[in-house]
């Protein structure tokens, strides 16, 4: 069954950190560049972070510049996102997604999707 699953998500203090994970099953990751996109109540879903086929490159939204570290392994078909100085305003519903295009940031460029992980942030 090819799909995406993510975890890692739960309730933390403004200040605190979280690792978000997104295991992939049915396909190889390392075809694709992939994305973090997050939903916040009452929001459009919006692009956080991306990464090429190998981690060489990323990319991220000015909201979490310096704050979030997009990162894979490909041996364990897994893509990570670590957040650190979490803020209220995180709060949101977190997507991983995949993408056949380079270095997207927009959602209709991304093709397949988790179902989501909830980070709450406390303040």
């Known amino acids: 069954q090819v799909q995406l699953v993510e975890s890692g998500g739960g309730l933390v203090q403004a200040g605190g950190s979280r690792r978000l994970s997104c295991a992939a099953s049915?396909?190889?990751?390392?075809?694709?560049?992939m994305g973090w996109f997050r939903q916040a109540p009452g929001k459009e879903r919006a692009f956080v972070a991306g990464?090429?086929?190998?981690?060489?490159?990323?990319f991220y939204a000015d909201s979490v510049e310096g704050r979030f570290t997009i990162s894979r392994d490909n041996l364990k078909n897994t893509l990570y996102l670590q957040l650190t100085s979490l803020k209220p305003e995180d709060t949101a519903v977190y997507y991983c997604?995949?993408?056949?295009?380079?270095?997207?940031?927009?959602?209709?460029?991304?093709?397949?999707w988790g179902q989501g992980t909830q980070v709450t942030v406390s303040s």
């Open positions: 990464i090429d086929w190998f981690g060489g490159s990323t």
């Open positions: 049915g396909f190889t990751i390392r075809d694709y560049y």
């Open positions: 997604a995949t993408t056949r295009r380079i270095a997207p940031t927009v959602e209709d460029a991304y093709d397949f």
